[in-house]
């Protein structure tokens, strides 16, 4: 299964969702039985009696940060930027638009008021709309961003940001570390209701951190998967993470990844023996078929895009065909997909 026409699935538009659910976990779930090849239905309120005492669940507790700027060129034209990640004095990796009028050296408002100053000048471009800007602000950048700045929703919800709704149903309730582009998704059905559910049948917690960067706006493109090379992203993994999962393992007990972004960090954290370490840095790690998974025993995941780095990783943990079953199902069924969508727990 290395090619990339393996991982296309008729999808109708309207399953696509473009808002949550009024409440986080009023979510619908797909469970996905490896062991048996089975597929049922529930509701994501049924996560704690699915997941064990015994079981160690595992959060990315990154923050979105409210990254993309509108604002104006000179002249009045129309400038757009997302900022992905810092490069060091005052520099960012951003994803423009339009890019071809970007020049090095055009300054971009990104403030109408004027009132709070900030300015991205354009100091080279990258490629693929990527450019390198210089910000210069009489703020600190954290706090403009939280006023200037809009959620960066993905591009198939086709909407603008609306402010009483997606600064908080697109982050987390666990959020703590900002640095995102893209919210961790199947985190996003948990309340603290549920969280403390959980907690109380004894399951163990734990976190790390991974910054969904830039490979999240990415398509592939390449035909054979072998080919296509996945963007770096920043994780942190600290030793109390890596000692409750070595632990929990050890006991007989489940790893529970929240989410493909946990998927990554742990299997990019792990000895040659099979014990996750503590960790800090990149991973560029591409999960499809074929790989052997290492520390991951069940993930909770959202429903994903066709052709997708993510659909891969599921199609390697589930199996492809288990999945492209689960995903027949679940158009047919009419669940909603993507970042807002339903969730799947596969075991």
């Not at 309207?14 to 979510?27: F, G, M, T, V, W």
């Not at 060129?73 to 638009?97: D, I, T, Y």
Request: proline share 6%.
């Amino acid at each position: 299964m290395d090619r990339l026409a393996d991982y296309d699935f008729d999808l109708p538009e309207d399953l696509i969702a473009q808002y949550p659910a009024d409440r986080r976990d009023a979510s619908r779930l797909l469970v996905v039985g490896r062991a048996t090849g089975t597929v049922s239905h529930g509701a994501f309120t049924d996560i704690p009696d699915l997941i064990g005492p015994q079981d160690c669940l595992v959060l990315n507790d990154t923050r979105v940060r409210r990254a993309r700027l509108l604002g104006r060129r000179p002249g009045g034209g129309r400038a757009e930027a997302l900022l992905l990640r810092p490069l060091g004095e005052g520099v960012w990796e951003a994803l423009c638009r339009p890019t071809a009028r970007l020049r090095p050296g055009i300054a971009m408002d990104f403030d109408p008021t004027g009132a709070r100053r900030l300015i991205a000048e354009v100091v080279s471009r990258q490629g693929e709309g990527i450019c390198h800007l210089r910000l210069v602000h009489g703020l600190p950048l954290d706090g403009l961003l939280d006023e200037l700045g809009h959620v960066p929703l993905p591009p198939y919800i086709r909407r603008e940001d609306d402010p009483a709704i997606d600064p908080e149903r697109y982050q987390t309730v666990y959020a703590r570390h900002s640095g995102a582009v893209a919210a961790p998704t199947a985190g996003l059905h948990f309340t603290e209701e549920m969280l403390a559910r959980i907690r109380a049948r004894g399951t163990a917690f734990c976190a790390l951190t991974l910054h969904v960067g830039l490979g999240t706006f990415r398509p592939v493109t390449a035909e054979r998967l072998a080919d296509h090379h996945m963007h770096a992203e920043e994780f942190t993994l600290d030793e109390p993470t890596a000692k409750a999962v070595n632990a929990t393992r050890a006991a007989g007990g489940r790893c529970v990844a929240v989410g493909t972004t946990c998927v990554r960090t742990l299997e990019s954290c792990v000895d040659e023996t099979g014990r996750v370490v503590p960790r800090r840095g990149v991973t560029d790690l591409f999960i499809r078929p074929g790989y052997r998974f290492r520390v991951v025993d069940v993930l909770l995941t959202n429903f994903h895009l066709p052709r997708s780095t993510l659909l891969m990783l599921v199609s390697a943990f589930a199996g492809h065909e288990l999945t492209r079953e689960a995903y027949r199902i679940a158009v047919a069924e009419r669940y909603r997909f993507f970042s807002y969508g339903d969730a799947m727990l596969i075991v």
